[in-house]
């Protein structure tokens, strides 16, 4: 079995260089989880749940800290708008604790969950649960 030997200044090298792709790698994580996930600027997306039924959809949203006086919810062919501002302005450090970089602050709720094809968005309904639990309706097309 041979032996390698390799100089300190080489291992420095390399631990850098490995150092600087783990660092690369976290950033390009954190630019892809910031960017798509959960919020924009300014809007956070609730949370919700989507059940079917065999004459509707029923979705479920959780609109914790919600100004439901401010509740629009829309429907197109294809997708399901849900908007709603918050009762007062929320920071990402709140939720999670100390930021790296810059904190993103929240007004807002708002999210568009795409229909399925046969879901009737001129029958759309919906009620508000305790908790701000947002049941919303979305009738399912008829055979023709």
Same mark, same amino acid.
């Given at each position: @079995?041979?032996? +390698?030997?390799? /100089? &300190? *200044? =080489?291992?420095?090298?390399?631990?850098?260089?490995?150092?600087?792709?783990? @660092?690369e790698? +976290?950033?390009? /994580? &954190? *630019? =892809?989880?910031?960017?798509?996930?959960?919020?924009?600027?300014?809007?956070?997306?609730?949370?919700?749940?989507?059940?079917?039924?065999?004459?509707?959809?029923?979705?479920?949203?959780?609109?914790?800290?919600?100004?439901?006086?401010?509740?629009?919810?829309?429907?197109?062919?294809?997708?399901?708008?849900?908007?709603?501002?918050?009762e007062?302005?929320?920071?990402?450090?709140?939720?999670?604790?100390?930021?790296?970089?810059?904190?993103?602050?929240?007004?807002e709720?708002e999210?568009?969950?795409?229909?399925?094809?046969?879901?009737d968005?001129?029958?759309?309904?919906?009620?508000?649960?305790?908790?701000?639990?947002?049941?919303?309706?979305?009738?399912?097309?008829?055979p023709?």
């Amino acid at each position: @079995m041979g032996c +390698i030997i390799m /100089s &300190f *200044e =080489e291992i420095r090298r390399r631990i850098e260089k490995i150092h600087k792709r783990i @660092m690369e790698e +976290i950033e390009k /994580s &954190f *630019e =892809e989880t910031t960017s798509m996930s959960l919020f924009r600027q300014g809007s956070m997306r609730p949370l919700y749940t989507i059940y079917q039924r065999p004459d509707a959809y029923v979705v479920l949203v959780d609109l914790a800290g919600a100004d439901i006086s401010s509740l629009e919810v829309k429907a197109t062919e294809d997708k399901l708008i849900i908007r709603a501002s918050l009762e007062k302005e929320v920071r990402f450090s709140d939720i999670y604790g100390t930021m790296v970089g810059e904190d993103i602050v929240f007004h807002e709720y708002e999210h568009e969950i795409p229909l399925p094809s046969d879901a009737d968005p001129s029958s759309i309904r919906y009620n508000i649960r305790p908790n701000k639990i947002v049941e919303i309706i979305i009738p399912r097309k008829r055979p023709s």
